[in-house]
């Protein structure tokens, strides 16, 4: 149901600015990291129901999959998610579909270790943000 909240949010975010700039919204690209491991297919079909009456009605909903880079402030090491894929996977068996990094994966520093110095002291760009909307 992550996904849900999340296409709320967008639609919402979205049509306010539309609203706000008086303009109907063509389409949105939304950048989520691979860490927050969302259903995109869910992702879809709840912004396809959500964007009705809206100033989306019209609108496609782009979705792109980035794979953060993490650095480690305590010892400067720089890794991507593979180095620490077991350790995120530890996380999705612990919580399930109360997952915390579905909806918050800026917060993957707290579950995340350094693999090389063992800090939770770790730098990421791993925000879900709309990257671009058209307007017509
Ligand atoms: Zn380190």
């Given amino acids: ?10 639609v919402q975010a979205v049509d306010k600015w539309a ?3 008086n303009v109907e919204v063509k389409k949105v690209v939304l950048g989520v990291p ?3 491991m969302l259903d995109l297919k869910v992702l879809q079909e709840a912004f396809d129901f959500l964007k009705k009456e ?6 496609s909903l782009e ?17 991507g998610e593979e180095e620490v894929k077991a350790q995120i ?19 993957v520093p707290a579950f ?4 090389r110095c063992g800090s939770h002291d770790i ?14």
């Fill in 1 to 10: 149901m992550h996904e849900w909240s999340l296409a709320l949010s967008v």
């Fill in 19 to 21: 609203r706000e700039h």
């Fill in 34 to 36: 691979s860490i927050s």
């Fill in 54 to 59: 809206s100033r989306l009605e019209a609108a």
């Fill in 63 to 79: 979705v792109r999959v980035r794979s953060p880079r993490f650095k480690c402030r305590k010892c400067g090491y720089e890794f």
């Fill in 89 to 107: 996977e530890a996380v999705a068996g612990r919580y399930g579909e109360e997952y915390p990094l579905h909806l918050m994966p800026e917060l």
């Fill in 112 to 115: 995340v270790r350094c693999p």
């Fill in 123 to 136: 730098e990421v760009d791993a925000q879900i943000r709309v990257e671009e909307i058209e307007t017509t």
